[in-house]
């Protein structure tokens, strides 16, 4: 049972009886007396003693140590704190001729800055550049197709390009809560050389990627497809991560993936079996909207609770080709204040199918991730 640890009051408590039973028939603990003052002192320092041993007591299991005791005791397991990468990615620009020399300042209308990576020269009236975020973190993600300045004018060179190649892999320093999660993974699985959950926990392992799921023989035997989010990272995409499915650059069995396939699919392939042919995956999302019944006069702030819990509902079953129960839904809508007497009339998904009848369980297709969609009150 959990040791009952006393509070300040308490304490003060406990010392001022004692001093009153040493001093019998003596008013020693009037408010301005010393032997109270004294007494109030030492029960405050007792009382930071029992802080103290209740942080020791945090710190010595791995189940709930925090920062660097956290650190330690996953490093146990070969578990690593993820650090904040810097994302990476190309972008084009019209060209009449010359260079765009490697440490050039690029600049996106948000004002983040990126470095040129390698001198890139003009050729077929186009400059094709790799870019690097000059600060690590998924800030510095960018999709295809957004505007990037040059900071200093070079002549030859339109001073406006385009984002061709996702500019992607950029992720925050990993969270304490995130690496609590990888290393009790690592705790109850083993390695095993290459099993399942070997590349579940390899893919998990990379900086930016939040959930991750393996299929063994994916397209046939020896195959294995992995296939990840990255809720953080790609919040603006809903998680999913940005690029093109694949293998890793240097395996010449497949097609190389693009964009955050890639990232993940090259981290793979220095940890998997020789023999194994490995795809980075991303899931495509199954869109569920919902119709309801009952609520339509509920204010604007229920409804949004209400999506929270079905966006909550849809995440505690996503699984890739999974099953999301409709009880689950209900389950979480009728927990929200005001929502009483709500009925789910029908629903609809747009990569996958729902249970004939006025609504039921969404199975989700086998690459696909159940989001939510729009909810419509009747």
């Known amino acids: 049972m959990p040791f009952p640890r006393p509070n300040l009051s308490t304490l003060r ?41 209740d942080w020791i007591a945090k710190q010595a299991v791995p189940f709930t140590a ?58 077929g009236g186009h400059v094709v550049a790799t870019l ?13 197709g957004t505007t990037m300045t040059i900071a200093n004018a070079i002549p030859g060179i339109s001073s406006a390009g385009t984002v061709t190649a996702t500019i992607a892999g950029g992720a925050d320093v990993e969270r304490d809560d995130d690496l609590k999660t990888r290393m009790i993974a690592a705790y109850s699985n083993p390695g095993q050389g290459g099993a399942a959950a070997d590349y579940v926990t390899w893919a998990l392992s990379v900086a930016g990627v ?45 097609i190389a993936a693009t964009g955050d396939q890639l990232v993940i699919a090259n981290a793979l392939f220095d940890l998997q079996p020789v023999t194994s042919l490995v795809y980075a995956l991303a899931p495509v999302p199954n869109t569920i909207a919902m119709t309801i019944a009952g609520l339509s006069a509920a204010s604007p702030s229920t409804k949004a609770i209400i999506a929270a819990a079905f966006a909550s509902a849809l995440r505690a079953s996503a699984t890739p080709g999974g099953v999301t129960p409709l009880s689950t839904i209900e389950a979480e809508i009728a927990a929200v204040s005001g929502a009483s007497g709500f009925v789910i009339t029908a629903m609809t998904a747009s990569a996958g199918s729902v249970t004939p009848g006025p609504a039921g369980n969404i199975t989700s297709n ?13």
């Open 366 to 378: 086998a690459d696909a991730l159940p989001v939510p969609g729009a909810i419509i009150y009747t």
């Open 132 to 144: 690097v975020a000059a600060l690590p973190g998924a800030a510095g993600n960018t999709p295809v």
């Open 66 to 123: 925090t920062d660097e005791y956290l650190e330690g005791w996953s490093a146990l397991k070969g578990v690593t704190r993820k650090a904040a990468v810097a994302a990476s990615g190309t972008v084009t620009f019209n060209a009449a001729g010359g260079t765009l020399p490697a440490g050039a300042s690029v600049s996106r209308s948000d004002g983040a800055t990126f470095i040129v990576a390698a001198d890139a020269a003009a050729a």
């Open 210 to 254: 939040t959930r991750a799921w393996a299929r063994p023989n994916l397209y046939g035997a020896g195959t294995v497809g992995v296939m990840f989010m990255m809720d953080d990272a790609e919040a603006a995409f809903g998680g999913f991560p940005q690029g093109s499915n694949g293998v890793a650059a240097d395996e010449v069995r497949g």
């Open 13 to 53: 408590a406990q010392v001022a009886a004692d001093i009153a039973a040493g001093l019998p028939g003596v008013d020693v603990l009037l408010r301005f007396a010393n032997l109270r003052i004294v007494g109030d002192a030492l029960a405050a320092m007792v009382n930071g003693l029992y802080g103290y041993l």
